[in-house]
């Protein structure tokens, strides 16, 4: 288990959150850990204890849209769509992590054991995504795409979705109250059922689009 008061890291990345990590109590379950018993499941704790620096609410111009199963959530889960769509902005959440802590956080989104990633976000253009070293199978690799986007007081940002093509699907009962609960704190959202909706009903859509390609470092572009 790591510990807060030997971590030197800095924290210079900003992880986006558009689902269910918008909640605190989610969110916290990756960075420190948590119970098989508890709502969220058991989950390792990272390597860099220490709370985010700082967080923040913002928009991102990604639909939101719900695709894939959860045995745990019972229903599809949240991603947001690779391709910029000013007519479709999601309520985020950026919190202000380590590297270490990103890498972590996009480890237990994946429930694998290896991750060989490291962030080198500097290097990804704004609005291009990165494969992330999973294998898609069952319940592992759902979210296997670094999707960078505008730093954010100048310090680098990324959202973590998928570029598999799930099929479109609705939520969970459980899981849709998690997202509530985290979407109503943002102050941005005059009805949040009504939001959810609306990323439901767009979902079909979302899934017959396909992913664009992946950045590549190597041709640049």
């Known amino acids: 288990m790591g510990d807060p008061a030997l971590s030197t890291e800095p924290q210079d990345h900003w992880y986006v959150a558009f689902g269910s990590n918008t909640l605190d109590e989610r969110f916290e379950a990756y960075l420190f850990g948590s119970e ?12 860099d204890m220490r709370p985010p620096a700082e967080a923040r609410w913002l928009e991102i111009d990604y639909p939101l849209y719900f695709a894939g199963e959860s045995l745990r959530w019972a229903g599809a889960v949240a991603f947001v769509s690779l391709a910029r769509d ?7 959440r950026a919190f202000r992590i380590s590297a270490a802590q990103l890498v972590h956080v996009a480890k237990s989104e994946n429930a694998v054991v290896d991750f060989p990633w490291t962030p ?5 253009p704004v609005d291009r995504w990165v494969p992330l070293p ?8 759902k979210y296997n795409a670094a999707l960078r986007l505008p730093d954010i007081d100048g310090a ?11 099929r479109a699907g609705i939520p969970g009962d459980a899981y ?9 704190e943002s102050g941005r959202l005059d009805d949040v059922d009504a939001y959810l909706d609306a990323a439901v009903a767009r979902s079909r859509r979302m899934t017959a689009m396909g992913a664009p390609p992946p950045y590549n470092s190597r041709l640049g572009y």
């Open 36 to 47: 098989a018993a508890s709502a969220y499941g058991r989950h390792e704790a990272g390597p």
């Open 86 to 92: 000013r007519g479709g902005a999601s309520v985020a």
């Open 120 to 124: 080198e976000l500097d290097a990804v």
């Open 134 to 141: 999973v294998k898609g199978a069952g319940p592992q690799g």
């Open 156 to 166: 680098p940002a990324v959202t973590l979705t998928t570029a598999r093509a799930y």
């Open 176 to 184: 849709r109250d998690v997202l509530r609960r985290g979407l109503s």
